[in-house]
């Protein structure tokens, strides 16, 4: 089945220091969607990107979606402790079926 | 005003015994889903219902049934339980099944099989 591998697993950054995750597909995808869980949390959707070589923005966070459209990042510019949490990108199937990339734990040193 | 509510929060049972996890959510959303955390983190679909009808069913184990009395709950009955199933359930839904409609989570269900 379809895979989505994310790195990194994790990274530990001192706030005001900038952040990345990327997400890599080995086949085209439709779409991609990124999701953030709090510690003892549940998953809550950001955003959702479509197009090649997408660019979209909020606030602190940038979401990119690759040409080929089999990659895509979040990067998010002087982290906050509020950032604190893991990310993870997800690819809807048929049926609206979530596909979770592997996720990226974000630490943050006040 | 919540969103989408599990019941229980927690729950500590025995291997062998029969549990159940049930959903609501009060958005008028179509589609509901079930979702497995395990302890790495990684979410994996297991079920989904649109309107009361079963449009997913992963390769989950027959021990876990999932039942949709009307489209605003979805619970979630497994039988046997063995450790192996200590996760996090994670309800979902959505307004409609359509491909890239945003999913909304409930708070989960941490269940620890002893």
């Known amino acids: 089945g379809q895979q989505v591998m994310q790195i990194p697993q994790y990274q530990h950054v001192q706030e005001g220091e900038d952040f990345t995750t990327y997400c890599n597909s080995s086949?085209?995808?439709?779409?991609i969607q990124w999701y953030k869980q709090r510690p003892g949390g549940h998953p809550v959707f950001l955003i959702q990107l479509v197009k090649s070589g997408e660019v979209k923005k909020q606030k602190r966070l940038t979401f990119q979606f690759g040409e080929a459209k089999k990659n895509s990042s979040l990067h998010i510019t002087a982290t906050q402790t509020t950032d604190v949490g893991t990310y993870f990108c997800a690819v809807s199937g048929a049926t609206n079926k979530l596909i979770f990339g592997t996720g990226t734990l974000l630490a943050v040193q006040p | 005003d919540t969103a989408v509510s599990q019941t229980p929060k927690y729950l500590v049972t025995q291997m062998g015994n029969d549990k159940s996890i049930k959903c609501e959510q009060n958005?008028?959303?179509?589609?509901m889903y079930w979702y497995k955390q395990d302890s790495k983190k990684f979410l994996k679909i297991m079920f989904s219902y649109n309107n009361k009808e079963l449009i997913i069913n992963e390769t989950v184990p027959n021990r876990f049934s999932p039942k949709s009395p009307d489209k605003a709950h979805l619970n979630l009955h497994i039988n046997s339980l063995e450790l192996g199933d200590s996760a996090v359930y994670f309800c979902a839904s959505s307004k409609s099944r359509d491909r890239g409609i945003e999913q909304y989570f409930g708070p989960g269900t941490r269940l620890t099989v002893t």
């Open positions: 958005l008028g959303h179509d589609t």
């Open positions: 086949t085209t995808l439709s779409n």
